[in-house]
């Protein structure tokens, strides 16, 4: 089946300890892309990745860390997470990035940093 | 700058009625829209696109929209609500022209149908 893996579904950390939600998508897709989605604010772009090595800030990156040594996988890095993170994290991924491609988006992580 | 307005944050209808959720965009040029839905503790789901042609665009699960480029609107409706299509639903925008672009999303408007 044809799918954006997030793991874990859940994660309750303390503030300073670092994390990594991974991300891994088995449709050969170039383009990857981290969201935030914060109640009243929809969602926002973390960072996203255009292909392997390749990758750029999106719109609210401060905090966060990624990196694409493989196509298939994209990690969330948080070197030292604050309250202020405390979000519902999704990856999504599509073809090739282009701007009429519907993007799949992963069944989302829920972190809260205390 | 783009951006998405989806003016109501919920909207309530009868089951069997007609249901309209509202969203609005700005952007420079020729807009790709989108809309998404959430169902609860998942992620989002690709509903329909407009990307160039008719104005009227039919998507999953017998919702539509309408893209209406003098009012900067990209209304999705469905004749005849169900139970099941309670959810909260999301607009997108992304100009044409800007590739490996964020697609900008609104606030989203929670969809209430009750039987």
């Known amino acids: 089946e044809a799918q954006v893996t997030q793991n874990p579904r859940y994660l309750i950390t303390v503030t300073g300890k670092k994390l990594t939600v991974t991300c891994s998508q088995n449709m050969n897709h170039e383009y990857m892309s981290w969201y935030r989605q914060d109640p009243g604010l929809g969602l926002r772009q973390i960072y996203y990745s255009m292909n392997v090595e390749v990758t750029d800030k999106g719109d609210v990156p401060e905090g966060y860390k990624v990196s694409r040594k493989e196509k298939r996988n994209f990690p969330l890095i948080l070197e030292s997470p604050s309250p202020n993170q405390t979000s519902l994290y999704f990856c999504?991924?599509?073809?090739?990035?282009?701007?009429?491609?519907?993007?799949?988006f992963g069944s989302g992580t829920q972190l809260s940093v205390l | 700058a783009q951006s998405v307005a989806q003016p109501e944050d919920q909207v309530n209808v009868a089951e069997g009625n007609p249901l309209t959720v509202k969203c609005t965009y700005s952007?420079?040029?020729?807009?790709?829209l989108f809309w998404y839905v959430q169902y609860p503790n998942r992620g989002l789901q690709f509903l329909l696109k407009?990307?160039?042609?008719?104005?009227l665009v039919k998507g999953s699960y017998g919702f539509e929209a309408e893209f209406n480029k003098s009012q900067t609107s990209f209304h999705l409706k469905k004749p005849s609500a169900l139970v099941s299509d309670s959810a909260l639903y999301f607009c997108a925008v992304r100009a044409a022209n800007q590739a490996g672009t964020a697609l900008i999303f609104g606030k989203g408007t929670t969809l209430s149908v009750s039987s």
């Open positions: 999504a991924s599509s073809p090739n990035g282009g701007t009429n491609e519907k993007l799949f």
């Open positions: 952007v420079s040029g020729n807009p790709y």
């Open positions: 407009y990307i160039t042609g008719d104005n």
